[in-house]
């Protein structure tokens, strides 16, 4: 089945979804006598939607409870197979299912656990090639995955969707949990602005882990997402939950949103140099400096017979509030190495966006990617400063 069908039919049975079931009152008996649950709860995760990032420590409990909460809707993204190994702490997979991919084995217990759900299986790797893609069409996020780059892809693409997003990571003795992306709520760029040496931040398989310890974190990530989706209680957003399993002791550090500094710039540019990388866009001069014009300097040159190639890196729901007069074609800035060959090498290229960071990152990308670096541009300051210098009218989003 297509996934347009799919989608289709998914959001039949949401229409359709309204009232529960004899055999869903009996199943979610506990939940509809909750005062801050009820009936009316119960449907709002009925008709909700959560993706879980690897089916591993973290996915398993995830999984396991989102399910039997009746998640309507569950998304499992992993590309790996089962290992004996997992077993000590994946208590979603069995010994049978060694060698199986994590994803059919994660999806064949949940289903045994509720089938009055629907199951979306992703057997692929999560990158920036596929991140919007993947995370567009659901609800909440769910970080089960070990490494720092996955972990930034999963932010930058959840901020551009805007989407919540919970984390959970664990080490040895110790697990961390919190909320991103939550109702202008910081980021994972907040509290990790940079990703640390390798050799600082071993995985599972360097530095062990105690095998319940992702049964606990992962237990907090499902009570947070059912949270979201209900919208009731206090979220840990802005609050780094760090649990001590061999003192059984918790601790919250509080983190703030970063305002002194366009997180975009720096979202964009590790986004687009992920690209690179996944498309093996590899050799040339490091990315470095890339010209750079002002709005006015931009019409006072076309004025007199420039025709440079305007290229605007906005999303579409931008372009649609306001574009720059002339411009020739709009690539969102992520899909920009995916889609070069639509453009120009034999003319200057100007690019903007919405306040100049995104088009600073794609501009030095260019600029390593065969593109003549004195024939780009940067407008600097993109639509902001294009209505402060050029036209008033154009509105600031």
């Known amino acids: 089945m297509q996934a347009e069908d799919k989608m289709n039919e998914w959001c039949s049975l949401k229409s359709m979804g309204e009232q529960l079931s004899r055999e869903e009152r009996a199943r979610y008996a506990r939940h509809l006598i909750l005062p801050e649950m009820g009936e009316e709860g119960q449907k709002k995760l009925k008709n909700s939607s959560v993706i879980v990032i690897g089916a591993g420590g973290l996915g398993s409990p995830t999984l396991l409870y989102l399910a039997a909460a009746g998640v309507g809707r569950i998304g499992i993204i992993d590309d790996d197979r089962v290992d004996i190994t997992n077993l000590q702490r994946q208590v979603i997979h069995s010994t049978e299912a060694v060698g199986s991919l994590k994803v059919e084995s994660a999806a064949n217990r949940i289903r045994e656990l509720n089938p009055e759900i629907e199951i979306v299986e992703h057997n692929i790797r999560l990158d920036v090639s596929n991140a919007l893609e993947l995370l567009s069409d659901w609800d909440v996020v769910i970080d089960g995955t070990d490494n720092f780059p996955t972990r930034y892809t999963i932010n930058d693409a959840c ?17 961390q949990v919190t909320v991103f992306n939550f109702n202008g709520g910081p980021n994972y760029r907040d509290l990790f602005p940079n990703a640390p040496p390798p050799e600082l931040a071993p995985n599972c398989a360097e530095a062990g882990v105690l095998g319940v310890l992702p049964g606990i974190v992962g237990s907090v990530q499902s009570a947070e997402a059912i949270k979201l989706l209900l919208g ?8 780094l939950m760090v649990i001590d399993a061999k003192s059984m002791k918790t601790r919250s550090l509080q983190f703030d949103k970063i305002t002194e500094r366009e997180r975009i710039t720096e979202m964009s540019e590790q986004l687009i140099i992920e690209a690179c990388q996944s ?13 750079e014009i002002t709005p006015a300097e931009f019409v006072e040159r076309r004025s007199k017979g420039w025709n440079p190639f305007l290229l605007d890196v906005r999303r579409e729901n931008e372009a649609a ?20 060959e639509d453009l120009p090498k034999d003319c200057d290229l100007v690019v903007y966006c919405r306040s100049g960071g995104r088009s600073d990152a794609v ?35």
Request: charged share 20%; hydrophobic share 40%.
């Open 363 to 397: 501009a030095r990308w260019l600029g390593q990617s065969g593109w003549d670096r004195a024939r780009v541009w940067n407008m600097v300051g993109g639509i902001h400063l294009w209505a402060d210098q050029i036209d008033s009218a154009v509105p600031k989003y």
């Open 232 to 239: 009731i209680g206090d979220s840990l957003s802005g609050h």
């Open 321 to 340: 509030i306001v574009s720059l007069p002339g411009t020739d074609l709009r690539i969102e800035h992520i899909a920009v190495p995916a889609k070069a």
């Open 159 to 175: 901020e551009i969707l805007g989407k919540p997003w919970v984390f959970g990571s664990i080490h040895r003795f110790e697990g």
């Open 279 to 291: 498309q093996e866009v590899r050799g040339g001069p490091p990315i470095g400096h890339i010209l």
